[in-house]
């Protein structure tokens, strides 16, 4: 089983959330664009955008059966 590396967390501060990688505790990039500060909508969408970026870019994506 293949771990996602990418997470939604609430910002504790604030009303915003963050999509963050689970490995360095930093919150992603998108095209050079800092995932934080999103709205909870937004960061639901973000997080599966960059996981399935990450398993592509591992080459852990197989076809649909």
Known sequence: ???LR???LKNTADKYW????VF???PAE???VVLDTLDAH???K???IVNLNDYARRGQLRPLQ
């Open 42 to 44: 937004e960061a639901d």
């Open 24 to 26: 360095t505790g930093w």
């Open 1 to 3: 089983m293949h771990h």
């Open 6 to 8: 990418y997470q939604v």
């Open 46 to 48: 973000m997080v599966d």
């Open 18 to 21: 963050s999509v963050v990688d």
């Open 30 to 32: 998108y095209h050079g």
